[in-house]
């Protein structure tokens, strides 16, 4: 059965998730640039997917697949600062990591999957 409707997407919910987590765990950091920038690029995972679902093409779908994989890159580079500002312990980091890169490997299969419909 097809997909009907982004919120139904596990990657969009994995993200949506992902974001929640690193809103709560960096409320409280005085540093407003990082925190900013941290959950500004955690949002704009999930709203990618969300934004690329609807679009017309797979082409431009992909398009929009291959931003969410860019902003969750950025949240992973920002994840490692992280941790060696001391924002994070290393056992939370590790945990965000985790789910960073599942999120990462799921947008790459559902890349892969459009480009074999495509095919």
Do not use: C, H
């Not at 609807?54 to 992280?82: G, H, W």
């Amino acid at each position: 059965m097809a997909v009907k409707r982004f919120e139904d997407l596990i990657v969009w919910q994995k993200a949506q998730d992902l974001a929640v987590l690193i809103y709560s765990n960096f409320s409280m950091i005085k540093d407003y640039a990082f925190k900013d920038q941290i959950t500004r690029a955690s949002l704009s995972i999930s709203n990618n997917i969300a934004e690329g679902f609807d679009r017309k093409t797979n082409v431009d779908s992909t398009r929009f697949l291959y931003i969410a994989v860019s902003s969750n890159s950025e949240v992973r580079s920002m994840l490692y600062l992280s941790e060696r500002l001391g924002y994070l312990t290393p056992e939370l980091m590790g945990e965000f990591l985790d789910k960073s890169n599942e999120i990462a490997r799921m947008i790459f299969g559902l890349i892969q999957s459009m480009k074999e419909t495509n095919s």
